[in-house]
């Protein structure tokens, strides 16, 4: 059978992009016009009274000490898995030297970028884990310098443990300042801060609109949307643990979508009925987010076979996918579209979101079609270089000059003509364009 909807999405996770991007566009504008004043000007509105700007060695100490104990190991533990997890994926890039044709060197250096902007979200939720998996990750792949920037909370200043994490995680200095101005003020060098070559780090839609508009002037990790996240589960699934990771990703906003997709009516008649209970039994702003997103984004999708399930998931490209079913190693095999991949029910988003050692910033929208998630590697610069002996170059410089001819660019034939008159001036060389 083709796949049939049990319950299907009202709404889409679009936003209203035109006011926003003009909004951003203004801001960013009179931002890079008005320099620090203007960060400020824009800090103190939308972030309300926010103390220092750039933390100092004490104020750091002092958000420290306001950390308790538990909290700083489990900081720690989840830390050290990032760091340990990027390290693995730092090692598979190397430096390469290979000589082409006897005579003439080609090679491969990489190379991290100067400096790293990692934006931390505030707003509804103190986001420690991004404060880990964006710092580290620019520590770990070499950056010179690490400006991590996160909003102050109510008039309280930036959350202690996330000044505790960034500070753990390698930042050279803490901004505390949110939203486009915070985004500006790292991709400007405000403050005395250097110019970030890159940005980094989840955000609302205005942070995102402000990283694609800048993106081109300085890199960006992706530009993000709502969170998503996806479940296949066949008749094997615990409804109760498949309903409870649903709900634990729609509790992201109101515009979060969760899809269910599975072989078995029977299991996605129990997941959805399991569902709202379990919405009702979180706290309010948890439950207001999970409610929404449930209700006008979430979909059941019931398929007829594992292979419909694989190829419905990869149609949808999540950000995050969750295998719960049979035959672990053929669906790690089968699937290719994701940001990141849970496979078995001993592991869940949640675990990747916080403390397992892989990356929580990962490509949504679909994204996953095209990129991966936040690496080590979104910092390095991968270069080339080459060298060449005279012989070496001989057959090079020939091949050059003919097929620079036939494509009309003379300057460039001539670049390799000089070179052959120099090296072997008693000899000939046919260097017409042969049509």
């Not at 515009?255 to 569902?275: F, G, Y």
């Not at 919405?279 to 209700?295: G, K, Q, S």
Request: proline residues 4%; hydrophobic residues 45%; aromatic residues 6%.
């Amino acid at each position: 059978m083709a796949r049939h909807y049990l319950k299907k999405a009202t709404r889409t996770a679009a936003s209203d992009e035109s006011d926003v991007r003009d909004t951003v566009a203004r801001i960013l504008d009179e931002i890079e016009a008005g320099g620090d004043a203007a960060a400020l000007a824009y800090a103190q509105k939308f972030d309300g009274p926010t103390g220092s700007i750039l933390l100092t060695e004490a104020e750091i100490a002092a958000a420290t000490a306001q950390v308790p104990a538990q909290l700083q190991a489990d900081i720690r533990f989840a830390h050290d898995n990032v760091r340990r997890f990027a390290e693995q994926q730092r090692a598979t890039l190397r430096d390469v030297t290979y000589e082409v044709v006897p005579g003439v060197f080609a090679g491969q250096k990489t190379i991290p970028v100067n400096a790293a902007g990692c934006y931390i979200p505030g707003g509804r939720y103190c986001h420690i884990a991004s404060a880990i998996m964006t710092v580290t990750t620019a520590k770990v792949a070499g950056c010179a310098h690490i400006t991590a920037c996160s909003p102050p909370r109510g008039g309280q200043g930036v959350a202690p443990a996330v000044i505790f994490a960034a500070n753990l995680c390698g930042a050279d200095r803490i901004l505390a300042m949110g939203g486009v101005q915070g985004i500006a003020a790292m991709a400007f060098g405000l403050f005395g801060l250097p110019r970030a070559d890159i940005l980094v780090g989840p955000g609302n839609q205005y942070v995102a609109e402000a990283k694609r508009k800048l993106f081109g002037r300085v890199g960006i990790d992706m530009i993000a949307g709502p969170t998503d996240s996806l479940v296949l589960a066949d008749a094997s699934a615990d409804p109760h643990i498949v309903a409870t990771d649903l709900v634990s990703q729609a509790e992201h906003g109101y515009n979060s979508p969760v899809w269910l997709v599975t072989d078995s009516r029977e299991l996605a008649e129990q997941v959805m009925a399991r569902v709202p209970a379990l919405i009702a039994d979180l706290p309010e702003l948890n439950r207001t987010n999970a409610e929404a997103a449930w209700r006008d984004y979430a979909e059941v999708i019931l398929c007829s076979d594992r292979e419909e399930m694989a190829a419905t998931s990869d149609s949808y490209a999540p950000e995050h996918l969750t295998v719960q079913a049979q035959d672990l190693d053929w669906w790690l095999e089968r699937l290719t579209c994701y940001g990141a991949l849970f496979l078995g029910e001993e592991t869940t988003v949640s675990f990747g979101d916080k403390a397992t050692g892989t990356n929580h910033v990962l490509p949504t929208s679909g994204a996953a079609n095209y990129t991966g998630g936040l690496s080590v590697h979104k910092y390095m610069k991968i270069v080339t270089w080459q060298r060449a002996t005279r012989e070496g170059a001989r057959p090079v410089a020939e091949a050059t000059a003919r097929i620079s001819r036939l494509e009309g660019m003379e300057g460039h034939a001539r670049a390799a003509d000089v070179r052959l008159a120099k090296y072997f001036p008693d000899e000939s060389f046919d260097l017409r364009a042969h049509q």
